[in-house]
């Protein structure tokens, strides 16, 4: 009797250590987002992830717009909704953190760009990476980057220690095109971070498919979403319950698959090792006639008068066009009559770009840029050299969901993304 008793009690032991590292390797996640700005499917992703707290150590939730007005309250504003379907959440699952611990890890982090050097001053947003980061544990801590790079760059910039502690997926495309100083900051810095670095592969998670056996975006709202719980009726506030989410792979990526191989299949995608971020230095005076992959950064380069100080405001910038509006970028002087701007096309165009300046030899030049649909495309000597754990999409012809790199390797699990996350919108009824 006794032996059996210390036997069920091994077995006991062992369950629960089970359990219990169960629970522990839970991933250490913080997220970096620019909710509340121009592009609603932050909030939408934001549902998403509160939905599946329970698979999740957040450790902080940092509002980081490089563009646009996010900001924390919005993120506090998302909190309230969750708050309200907590009871309902938490009688089919254990684990959901408390609305007040979700406040506590909430962060402002920096509005607007990073100047040319790639930071400017920490802010809360990147001092909370920074302690999250050095936290005592046997797991990396996961950025997930929604939007803008700047607070991950300023971290990185103020703690260098923290390189080795963190594991980023970042959503770049139109955030690279915004984040261009940090991105370019963090490349040639910090070359070997794990860095999973997605243009286009997530695209493929929100655009049409004609294949009638995947999920229309259109209609999940209807068929799963409507009616169910305070965060089911906040959902029809953006897109009009059309899914999006352009962010969410970082947290499908995380949810099924083999998280340390980006490599292997995944929901969150496939990627593949590149060893170079594509860099192309254009004579802002006469441009390029060089074809140039999209979310290439582009430096372009001015002689002009030497300045005895640096100038207060910009001493020039740059305009495109974006469909009806005119978008303006930032130059900087860098010194001894050397002028500089870097951007970052988000996909395949011919981009057309003019300069304007009070300083005649920066004023006035225009010109177009041939962007193609590939990344990182043919190999420039200017490129900025990476390590050996830098991911980004994949290039096989194969895998492209029409015109989206890498596409493929997310698309073909959008069912069982939606139909997972639909179990969940049935416990909010």
Known sequence: MKKAIYFLMIIFGITSLK?????????????????????????????????????????????????????????????????????????????????????????????????????????????????????????????????????????????????????IYWIGGPNKKWSANSYSYIAKNFPDLWFIEANSTYYAFFSKNDDPKILKSTEYYDQYIKGYGAMGKDFKNYYKGEIKMGDSPTLFYLMHGNANDPTEESWGGSFEKINRSAQVIVDGAKGSSEEIAFCSLIEFHFKGPVLKENPVSTPFHMETMHKKDVQKWAGSYLGDGNYALKYVPKGAEVLTYKFVSEIPELNGHEGKLNIVNLWPGKENPTDIPLGNTWFSDQSDPKLYEGKFQGGKTISKWKNDILLDWAKRWEWLK
């Not at 379907?85 to 699952?93: E, I, N, R, T, V």
């Not at 254990?94 to 050097?117: C, D, I, M």
């Not at 920074?130 to 760059?153: N, T, Y």
């Open 19 to 167: 359990a219990q590292k169960s629970s522990d390797l839970k991933p250490r996640i913080l997220i970096s987002t620019d909710i509340g700005g121009t592009d609603p499917d932050d909030n939408q992703s934001m549902i998403h992830l509160l939905m599946y707290a329970d698979k999740f150590n957040i450790e902080g939730l940092v509002s980081s717009p490089s563009f646009g007005n996010g900001s924390k309250d919005e993120i506090l504003k998302m909190i309230g909704l969750y708050e309200k379907d907590l009871p309902k959440l938490k009688k089919h699952s254990s684990g959901f953190p408390t609305p007040k611990y979700l406040r506590s890890v909430s962060k402002q982090g920096l509005r607007g760009n990073a100047p040319y050097e790639g930071y400017s001053k920490p802010t809360e947003g990147s001092e909370w990476i920074i302690k999250s980061a050095r936290k005592k544990s046997a797991q990396p801590l996961w950025v997930l980057v929604w939007g803008g790079l700047e607070d991950v760059a300023q971290a990185l910039h103020d703690a260098p220690d923290i390189q080795n502690k963190i594991k």
